[in-house]
């Protein structure tokens, strides 16, 4: 079956701007997590959507926000972009919410913000 | 809180030999679950291993072991008979919630080298 995908691979965006990232999940997973991968910070947790509800949100502003939709898709969207918002965003999906649960993720969105 | 360290930023090891790749956490929780992910340049990251706290039996996984010591809080991978294609960045997480909180908590990460 496929995997998790993310589009898209690579964004440039300009400081200010905003961006939109999309993550479709593996069919019937229910649970998408984003998280945000950069080399200083490491892989850091930016919020998790079940059942498209928001059930979790990590230490991060108010310009990152994220939706799911009815099939499970789920977007995130950063709002003003600033420079240290250049990152590696990883989508994972699992198919409950539990601590045993292998969480799949994509090849995630490589966004450059200048 | 949960935490999760790797110490080792960066690892090599010689084509079929054996590395180990370290980590600690803290978690305040009884029952838990440990997970190894391996993230090679295509980026996807893939789940090499897992733990259960409460299983004493090391976790194996054809090349890739665990050591897992529960009062010492430490969770290393052993992999034996390195190949070319273990090169990678190696994670440690632990998976918190299931409730309300549920996400992954990761290491830093160790990158690995492996040289022919």
């Known amino acids: 079956k496929a995997g998790v995908t993310q589009t898209p691979r690579y964004l440039i965006k300009t400081r200010g701007q905003q961006v939109t990232l999309s993550c479709s999940p593996i069919?019937?997973?229910?649970?998408v997590s984003w998280y945000q991968q950069t080399p200083g910070q490491g892989l850091q947790f930016l919020f998790e959507y079940f059942s498209e509800t928001q059930r979790n949100k990590g230490n991060f502003p108010g310009r990152f926000s994220g939706r799911q939709f009815s099939n499970s898709r789920s977007e995130m969207n950063v709002s003003t972009l600033e420079l240290g918002d250049s990152a590696l965003y990883l989508c994972?999906?699992?198919?409950?919410?539990?601590?045993?649960?292998?969480?799949?993720f994509g090849q995630g969105t490589r966004l450059t913000v200048v | 809180a949960q935490t999760v360290t790797q110490s080792q930023p960066e690892m090599s090891v010689q084509e079929a030999e054996t590395v180990t790749l370290s980590c600690t956490y803290d978690t305040s929780e009884s029952d838990y679950y440990l997970f190894w992910y391996k993230q090679p340049p295509s980026r996807q990251m893939i789940l090499v291993i897992r733990q259960e706290a409460y299983k004493q039996q090391n976790a194996t996984e054809n090349r890739f072991s665990v050591n897992f010591q529960k009062a010492a809080k430490s969770f290393s991978l052993k992999i034996s008979d390195s190949q070319l294609g273990d090169a990678a960045m190696y994670f440690c997480?632990?998976?918190?919630?299931?409730?309300?909180?549920?996400?992954?908590?990761f290491g830093k990460g160790t990158l690995l080298t492996v040289n022919p």
């Open positions: 994972a999906s699992s198919l409950v919410r539990n601590v045993n649960t292998e969480a799949f």
């Open positions: 069919s019937g997973h229910r649970s």
């Open positions: 997480a632990l998976p918190v919630g299931g409730g309300s909180n549920y996400k992954l908590t």
